[in-house]
């Protein structure tokens, strides 16, 4: 058995999750989350656990069985909790804001960059060199920050672009005086 997919999914209170037609469908305090399932698979809630089998012994449906139950205990953590994502704007003369829905970057190039806020996300800017990116699913949240670290990565000389609150980043010596 996967050592994952064996372990059983607690359903908090005020969540509920529902098996329909290889949907499974998670109701929560903050939202509503929907993953469909594949054949060798199977989901079944029995009081507040869920769990989920395998019907066959193949490779793939192993590696299905603790995919399907990572991503239903993250849809149960999502609508309960919700995921939250920092990033860190770092650079003379870069800030970044928010206008109506849209997140507004300047970050050293000759114009400004305007982001649409997807769907399901909630952005805000604390500081001028904050982000905070905000969701009930840990896949569109992790996606949006990842597309907004991708506009300006940091640099190793002096740290200049977007990064993660917790990373850290390898600096490297610059050039030094020659005689």
């Known amino acids: 058995m996967s050592r994952i997919g064996r372990l059983a999914i607690k359903i908090p209170a005020g969540t509920t999750v529902t098996v329909q037609d290889s ?16 054949a060798p698979i199977s989901v079944k809630v029995e009081g507040d656990e869920v769990h989920v089998t395998r019907g066959a012994e193949t490779k793939e449906a192993k590696s299905l069985h603790g995919l399907y139950r990572a991503l239903i205990q993250n849809m ?13 704007v770092n650079g003379v003369g870069y800030k970044v ?7 507004v970057l300047n970050l050293g190039f000759s114009h400004p960059i305007e982001m649409e806020t997807p769907a399901g996300i909630t952005i805000t800017c604390p ?6 990116v905000k969701g009930i699913d840990k896949a569109a949240v992790g996606q949006c920050a990842a597309n907004i670290k991708a506009l300006k990565k940091p640099e190793p000389y002096h740290g200049y672009g977007i990064r993660y609150n917790d990373e850290v980043i390898e600096r490297k010596e610059g050039k030094t005086a020659g005689k």
């Open 76 to 88: 149960v953590n999502g609508v309960t909790k919700g995921y939250e994502k920092g990033l860190v």
């Open 23 to 38: 949907i499974v469908t998670v109701k929560g305090p903050l939202g509503e989350l929907k993953q469909n399932y594949t």
């Open 127 to 132: 500081s001028a060199t904050e982000i905070t």
């Open 97 to 103: 804001a928010m206008s109506g829905k849209k997140l």
